[in-house]
């Protein structure tokens, strides 16, 4: 089974810059929200134009365009915007936002035998093995094709998606602006209950050797909120490498601030 992207990142140690592209309210991560699951277990978002200008951040942005390669998808030829990864528990969704010449990318996606397709009014490219692209809007989305039509779906209201959650849109609405985001439900931190939880992970000060972490915890009810404020940063540092922890609580939630070391090449 394919390693989870958050797994594969934290290990990989994210190196991300000040850039606030990557926002919520409107921003990249909340369109990606909307094509998502319901059910969904993480998103991983990330600002593609910032990360590549910063040499700090281009370890991760390497790893991140890795992870889109197997699309086969002439990238760099591409003014690409942002990357995001939906992750599901039996599925991946590859999602890329930018200013795209669609002819270009057709014929790019003729050359390797995808055929032209529509469905609900939105172009489908799907190749013999049922692997199917997709233009949404400023995004070019891939995955199965059942799941890309899903997708579809979504874009045109007719399901619901992880932005019509209420509780993770309420942790969306209250992250604050950074390069990389990790959106994720109540599964991914074994140790707390957590209805959901987001990250966003930045550089403040610059080549201080640290980046800088703020995230929200929402929980089903103050007093869960209280409990787990005991051993807070045990579990930050445990699931996040987290140091230098700041939290507090605020009605549900649980606010925090961090940090987590560069390591040197």
């Known amino acids: 089974m394919k390693i989870r992207i958050f797994t594969a990142i934290v290990a ?17 991560l909340v369109q990606v929200m909307k094509l998502a ?14 990360a590549e200008e ?16 197997f699309m086969m998808l002439d990238m760099e030829a591409w003014d690409i915007s ?9 599925d991946y969704i590859y999602v890329l936002m930018g200013d795209f010449d669609l002819r ?16 609900k009014g939105i172009e489908i490219w799907t190749d013999d093995y049922d692997y199917s692209v997709a233009f949404i809007g400023n995004m070019i989305v891939a995955g199965e094709k059942d799941t890309v039509e899903v997708c579809i779906r979504r874009h045109k209201n ?4 992880m932005y019509d959650d209420e509780d993770m849109k309420a942790v969306a609405d209250k992250l604050t602006a950074a390069s990389v985001y990790l959106m994720f439900g109540p599964d991914l931190m074994y140790d707390i209950e957590v209805l959901s939880g987001g990250i966003g992970f930045k550089n403040l ?4 050797g640290v980046l800088d972490i703020t995230g929200q915890l929402k929980f089903n009810n103050g007093a869960n909120a209280e409990a787990a404020m005991g051993n807070i940063e045990d579990d930050l540092s445990m699931e996040f490498d987290a140091t230098s922890i700041d939290a507090h609580l605020s009605g549900q939630f649980i606010e925090f601030t961090g940090e987590m070391e560069i390591p040197e090449d």
């Open 12 to 28: 990989l140690a994210i190196l991300v810059s000040g850039i606030t592209a990557c926002t919520p309210k409107g921003g990249y």
């Open 37 to 50: 699951p319901e059910d969904t277990y993480m998103i991983t978002c990330m600002d593609a134009k910032e």
């Open 54 to 69: 910063d040499p700090e951040f281009n370890f991760i942005y390497d790893y991140m365009i890795d992870e889109f390669s």
């Open 82 to 90: 942002a990357l995001a990864i939906i992750e599901t528990d039996w």
């Open 104 to 119: 270009d990318v057709g014929d790019f996606l003729i050359e390797l035998d995808f055929a032209e397709g529509e469905y």
């Open 158 to 161: 007719e399901e619901s998606s």
């Open 205 to 208: 000060h610059g080549n201080d």
